[in-house]
């Protein structure tokens, strides 16, 4: 709750202009590392960062209805939420959470596009229980994207090996990523940002 309030006092300024909302794979970009890569993609443009750890997609529809976005109008918010979720939800469930975020989203902030990421590989190996829950999700997931105000982008595979194994400099403990990780999860999206953001063409 103390994060959730943080957040809110942070939105409360009123300039953010792009939102990035997940979990603790997103709040990790406050970390050792990811601070200097977010501050080179990020620092000039009004980004707030809307991660909590441990958070499913219930938890953020929660917060997205106590105050996160509350009176703000940004460019571009960027989802990737669920894997939290894998443990105990069947990939329908979490495309089904992803999708009512995704809606509360479009109804609170009309003239914000929305890029929803697939879900991040984890586990160390191409059959993790938990990695194919969340591939399952994410074809789903691609479903929401409409190209014109929902927009859908899948990175996995710039983490992995051409084996589908995930390298320990990327993400060491298989989930989150190192500051390595926040590199290419950042020049990744980076193209499809600056679009939406109307900051090229």
């Known amino acids: 709750m103390k994060r959730h309030e943080l957040i809110n006092a942070n939105v409360a300024r009123g300039d953010a202009q792009l939102l990035m909302i997940g979990d603790s794979i997103t709040q990790g970009w406050e970390g050792k590392g990811a601070r200097e890569v977010w501050q080179k993609y990020y620092g000039n443009r009004h980004a707030v960062n809307l991660g909590i750890s441990g958070d499913q997609t219930q938890h953020v529809l929660w ?16 989802l990737m939420i669920g ?48 990695r194919k829950v969340n591939e399952a999700a994410n074809e789903r997931i691609a479903k929401l994207a409409d190209n014109q105000n929902v927009f859908y982008l899948d990175i ?46």
């Open 63 to 78: 917060r997205l209805e106590h105050g996160n976005i509350d009176g703000i109008h940004p460019k571009v918010a960027v």
């Open 156 to 201: 996995g595979k710039k983490f992995l090996k051409e084996d589908g194994t995930l390298p320990k400099e990327i993400m060491p403990d298989f989930l989150h990523p190192g500051a390595q990780g926040y590199e290419i999860w950042a020049s990744s999206i980076e193209p499809t940002v600056a679009r939406l953001m109307a900051e090229k063409e």
């Open 83 to 130: 894997t939290n979720n894998s443990g105990g939800n069947t990939p329908e469930q979490i495309a089904a959470g992803v999708k009512a975020i995704v809606e509360k989203l479009r109804s609170n902030l009309p003239a914000t596009k929305v890029l929803v990421l697939a879900i991040f590989p984890r586990g160390a190996n191409p059959d993790n229980r938990n």
